[in-house]
């Protein structure tokens, strides 16, 4: 994925890579950390929270957990690339364009998830996808990172049978 995003970016000048709380923010660091590695170069990161963009925020709660958004160059006029986990439905990534908006104008906004797996319901598609796989619309996918879980991996939750009709 690193490599496709600077590929896609002609480079890392003017790159900006900035995750979607909660793990898209440590996906982000890691594909950093790849491309610093293997091209010796500089990429600013910043992070996301999309907690009060969302269009459900009325069904979270009357105290929504809200964690920080930074992004510490602005974006105006650089390539910004959104790092999410999972992308299903679209919403996600429409709430983290709202924020980003509210910060500048980007040159260029691409997105790149971990898990693509289908079923939008937004014309939103990723520009960078790490695995695409099949699921049942009642499954959930769940991407673990070490820093928050302990452990890496994806693993598919079967949900309820959604019954025909």
Same mark, same amino acid.
């Given at each position: 994925?690193?490599?496709?995003?600077?590929?896609?970016?002609?480079?890392?000048?003017?790159? @900006?890579? +900035?995750?979607?709380?909660?793990?898209?923010?440590?996906?982000?660091?890691?594909?950093?950390?790849?491309?610093?590695?293997?091209?010796?170069?500089?990429?600013?990161?910043?992070?996301?929270?999309?907690?009060?963009?969302?269009?459900?925020?009325?069904? @979270?709660?009357?105290?929504?957990?809200?964690?920080?958004?930074?992004?510490?160059?602005?974006?105006?006029?650089?390539?910004? &690339?959104?790092?999410?986990? @999972?992308?299903?439905?679209?919403?996600?990534?429409?709430?983290?364009?709202?924020?980003?908006?509210?910060?500048?104008?980007?040159?260029?906004?691409?997105?790149?998830?971990?898990?693509?797996?289908?079923?939008?319901?937004?014309?939103?598609?990723?520009? @960078?996808?790490?695995?695409?796989?099949? &699921?049942?619309?009642?499954?959930?996918?769940?991407?673990? +990172?070490?820093?928050?879980?302990?452990?890496?991996?994806?693993?598919?939750?079967?949900?309820?049978?959604?019954?025909?009709?």
């Amino acid at each position: 994925m690193a490599d496709e995003i600077i590929e896609l970016n002609d480079g890392t000048e003017n790159l @900006v890579i +900035v995750g979607i709380q909660r793990r898209g923010v440590q996906l982000a660091r890691r594909i950093v950390a790849l491309i610093e590695e293997s091209h010796g170069a500089t990429v600013i990161e910043g992070s996301l929270d999309i907690t009060l963009y969302r269009d459900d925020l009325q069904t @979270v709660g009357p105290r929504p957990v809200v964690g920080p958004t930074d992004l510490p160059r602005g974006v105006d006029g650089r390539n910004v &690339v959104i790092v999410d986990d @999972v992308l299903y439905t679209g919403r996600t990534v429409r709430a983290a364009l709202d924020e980003l908006a509210d910060f500048g104008r980007p040159a260029r906004i691409s997105l790149a998830v971990l898990i693509d797996r289908g079923g939008r319901e937004l014309p939103i598609q990723p520009d @960078v996808v790490g695995k695409e796989i099949q &699921v049942e619309p009642a499954d959930r996918v769940d991407v673990l +990172v070490e820093e928050l879980d302990g452990k890496t991996g994806v693993v598919v939750v079967p949900g309820a049978p959604i019954p025909a009709p």
